[in-house]
Nanobody, 122 residues
Framework: QLQFVESGGGLVQPGTSLRLSCAVSGFDMSGYAIGWFRQAPGKDREGVSCISADDKKYYSDSVKGRFTISRDAKNTVYLQMNSLNHENTGVYHC?????????????????WGQGTQVTVSS
């Protein structure tokens, strides 16, 4: 059964860290890029980070230097988020795209998970 399951969200204070996980099952990730996306309240979903099948990594300008994407050998993709701020609040989803990463083309990603809520609040 194909599943993309996000976890690791929570309520945190500004300046702290979280690590999100995207566990993929029932799916051969070979040849696919895996992206992380954020849906903030009242805003469109936007690309945050992506890792290609050959481990090239991409980040939006707003998280570059603070967030790190990685993957392990067990089909899990992680998003380490440091120095969180209020603008990072939202529901984080992972999804797959055949070929290379392109954070601007959300419609080209498939197999979206249900998401995990991240709330940054003092």
């Amino acid at each position: 059964q194909l599943q993309f399951v996000e976890s690791g969200g929570g309520l945190v204070q500004p300046g702290t860290s979280l690590r999100l996980s995207c566990a993929v099952s029932g799916f051969d990730m070979s040849g696919y890029a895996i992206g992380w996306f954020r849906q903030a309240p009242g805003k469109d979903r936007e690309g945050v980070s992506c890792i290609s099948a050959d481990d090239k990594k991409y980040y939006s300008d707003s998280v570059k230097g603070r967030f790190t994407i990685s993957r392990d050998a067990k089909n899990t993709v992680y998003l380490q988020m440091n120095s969180l701020n209020h603008e990072n609040t939202g529901v984080y989803h992972c999804a797959a795209r055949w070929g290379e990463c392109d954070l601007s083309k959300l419609s080209s990603y498939n197999f979206w998970g249900q998401g995990t809520q991240v709330t940054v609040s003092s």
